[in-house]
């Protein structure tokens, strides 16, 4: 009954609370439901295209909700599952909606510009390039993090004995490995994972470029995500534990990242309609269907009384002790390690673009800023009730920590809870709990990827644009781009930027030889492509996915922190209350800070007993993200001192009209 439990207290606190308090934050925030949004001034039907709320909804969620709030509730239970789910409810209700409502709102206002954008224009050139250099570091850790977990997952098994599979089955495929029998997961998910990336162009072509229905190409996709999972319980894609290619002999993890590597560098480079929103449509399929399927199976676990059939340690209320193992002090580790589901930088990025580009009226940024965080949150607390459900103590440590295999973790436990619920083998359940999750995995890292390409060629075009190489590159795009300002790409993120007319030359400079070619080189898309691709391949080497997750989880909240704290300085210039978003700056703004201070001696480069420890490059990133954090902290403070100087007078701001 507790798994039944949690979710029923979870969405009657989010349904109620979130009812009431987000009632509160629309007046304050000075919500007007008459008032023309950016959609319905701007409408170019490209970028600006008044939308129905409920279609831009999905869009928005489908956006913010993938791996992450399954992956960091996962790892944080390490702490027990109370305080786990405290803190998606409260954070989610309190900081995380707020956080997600003012993004939306505030890039609505400001005409459906980025944060990035609005920053520029509140605090200024200086930190607007800081900001994006974080950003594209945060995305580079954010890339590298789930490379390692997709390529690990891809190679996942199970022992026999965990799986109650009957002897002689041929359901899925069994090796033997170690002087045990284990069943292969991962295999059958690589080989969905293929077809469904082969079929994504033409779903893509279908419903782009030739206008089939909507229904024809779900249907379609259905079809599509059945035949991967039945070709890949035939065939799975097992890679041994070492490949030869070439001549070389590399781990079968090792290979996949190159292989899933070489794929987003695809990805990332070709229109946006062949992988990008093909897979976020046929994946959205599976997303929908596995939250019902979850919160069923929960419901019936529940009804039935059931739990986990086994004698050992259920998953503890309360557990400092292995949690401080693992992951690290209570505070700051637990409200980092949960970043999606209570609280997400990353969804400003989406927020602030073309959400923002979307919406009919400003009521409707309440509806989808605050309630698509609260679903999101709700995924997070359905996940850590199939764990309470679904495994042991014991077997939860063991795939997630010791083998460090957090999406292993999950599926074995949905397997667990699916024989509970409805006497499904276990395989079948964990098969099902680890494609969810995979395509999800996959489905972030190739958005993040092409995100990263975007905001790298941005950063080009403000350091260069003075050249003639960009102002020649400008102008050409310049029809484009004349309606909008910014051509936003996916994501949300600008793929250019138009200068201040106070900054743009009136001369450009002229370049020739090496220095055009090479500034030439810096506008083409592949080449920033492989540039994101490169930076996660190097940070994924760097660190395994515990290291990986402590930094990117810290970044992506830094970022949630800094989105707060422009937003209180916005509403403060507008003669607004602000407590109710200064308070949350804050506590994230501490949270983040101490939890890079604690990654600094983490990472030291050092020598224990006369073994390495610490890791050379996340001690760099994080000492590079310390001095961001610095400068645009200053900023900030800066900005605060002359908005006191004058009283904190009201200044107009430069609204969608403008």
Request: hydrophobic letters at 55%; aromatic letters at 10%.
């Amino acid at each position: 009954m507790t798994g039944l439990l949690i979710i029923l207290v979870a969405g009657l606190l989010l349904v109620s609370v979130g009812t009431v308090y987000s009632r509160f934050l629309s007046r304050n925030f000075g919500e007007e439901p008459s008032r023309p949004t950016p959609a319905m001034l701007k409408n170019d039907g490209r970028d600006y295209v008044p939308t129905p709320t409920l279609v831009v909804f999905g869009h928005h969620f489908a956006a913010i909700a993938g791996a992450g709030p399954i992956l960091g509730p996962v790892l944080a239970l390490c702490y027990g599952w109370g305080p786990a789910i405290c803190w998606v409810i409260l954070g989610g209700l309190f900081i995380g909606a707020v956080h997600d409502y003012l993004a939306t709102f505030m890039a609505t206002r400001e005409g459906g510009q980025s944060m990035a954008t609005i920053a520029r224009r509140m605090l200024g050139r200086g930190p607007f390039i800081v900001l994006m250099l974080f950003l594209i570091l945060m995305l580079g850790l954010v890339t590298a993090t789930f490379l390692n977990t997709s390529a690990t997952a891809l190679v996942s098994k199970l022992d026999m004995g965990r799986m109650r599979l009957a002897e002689g089955q041929n359901l899925f495929r069994v090796v033997e490995e170690g002087g045990r029998q284990k069943v292969i997961i991962g295999g059958i998910a690589s080989m969905s994972v293929v077809i469904l990336t082969i079929a994504a162009p033409i779903i893509g072509w279908m419903y782009i470029k030739k206008g089939v229905s909507a229904l024809i190409c779900s249907v379609a996709s259905v079809i599509v995500c059945g035949l991967s999972i039945v070709v890949g319980l035939y065939h799975p894609i097992a890679l041994s534990e070492y490949v030869h290619v070439l001549g070389f002999q590399i781990h079968g993890t090792e290979l996949w990242k190159f292989l899933l590597a070489a794929y987003v560098l695809l990805a990332a480079g070709a229109p946006v309609w062949m992988f990008l929103q093909s897979r976020d449509f046929i994946n959205a399929h599976i997303l929908y269907g596995g939250i019902f399927a979850l919160v069923l199976t929960l419901v019936v676990a529940g009804i039935r009384g059931g739990s986990v059939a086994t004698d050992a340690a259920p998953m503890p209320l309360f557990d400092a002790v292995a949690g401080r193992q693992y992951l690290g002090l209570f505070w700051p580790a637990l409200f980092i390690t949960i970043a999606c589901g209570a609280i997400s930088g990353f969804h400003s990025l989406c927020a602030g673009g073309t959400t923002s580009k979307q919406l009919k009226s400003e009521r409707a940024t309440r509806y989808v800023g605050y309630w698509a965080m609260l679903l999101e949150s709700m995924l997070a607390a359905t996940v850590i009730a199939v764990l309470v459900v679904g495994a042991t103590r014991a077997n939860y440590l063991a795939d997630v920590f010791t083998a460090a295999n957090p999406v292993l973790g999950f599926a074995a436990a949905v397997g667990e809870a699916g024989h509970i619920a409805f006497g499904l083998p276990v395989a079948a359940g964990a098969l099902a709990g680890m494609l969810l999750l995979e395509g999800f995995v996959v489905t972030t890292l190739d958005a993040a990827v092409r995100l990263n390409r975007y905001l790298i060629e941005e950063t080009w075009l403000e350091l260069f644009g003075k050249y003639d190489v960009f102002t020649d590159h400008r102008a050409a795009t310049a029809p484009a781009a004349a309606t909008s300002g910014n051509a936003v790409g996916s994501g949300g993120i600008p793929t250019a930027v138009t200068l201040p007319p106070q900054l743009a030359p009136r001369r450009p400079i002229p370049t020739a030889g090496a220095q055009r070619w090479l500034l030439g080189m810096l506008r083409h898309y592949w080449v920033n492509s492989g540039l994101a691709v490169l930076l996660m391949l190097f940070l994924a080497f760097s660190g395994g996915i515990l290291q990986l997750w402590q930094i990117f989880a810290t970044s992506n909240q830094l970022l949630a922190a800094f989105v707060l704290g422009l937003g209180s300085i916005w509403l403060l210039r507008r003669g607004s209350r602000a407590w109710f978003v200064v308070g949350p700056a804050i506590f994230m703004l501490a949270t983040t800070c101490a939890s890079l201070i604690q990654l600094v001696f983490r990472f030291l480069p050092r020598t224990v007993d006369g073994v390495p420890a610490g890791n050379r490059t996340l001690f760099i990133a994080d000492l590079v993200l310390i001095a961001l954090t610095a400068y645009l902290i200053v900023a900030a403070v800066r900005e605060l001192m002359a908005m006191y100087r004058r009283g904190f007078a009201v200044i107009p701001a430069t609204e969608a009209a403008a």
